[in-house]
């Protein structure tokens, strides 16, 4: 009988960085829940890394209007809330 061979994953790796406090915070939460950061980070965004790996619906990608509000408007100083 032939040995079936087992398909290799192939991971990326992400990197960001966390300030201080940030870090402290997580790895208290971490130990309250008692998970490791790397757990609790992957099951965060596993919703985005399970469901859109084929193709993104059209109701999540950004809009004309959405884009906007990035823009510079060097003529307007002031700022109309009402």
Known sequence: MAKSRKKKHKYKVVSFKLSTKQMKSLKNY??????????LIKKS????????????????????NQLDIFEDNSGDKTLDMF
């Open 30 to 39: 971490c130990r309250a829940r008692k998970t490791t950061p790397t757990k």
């Open 45 to 64: 965004i596993s919703y985005y890394t399970d469901n859109f790996s084929e193709d993104v619906p059209r109701k999540y990608y950004a809009t004309s």
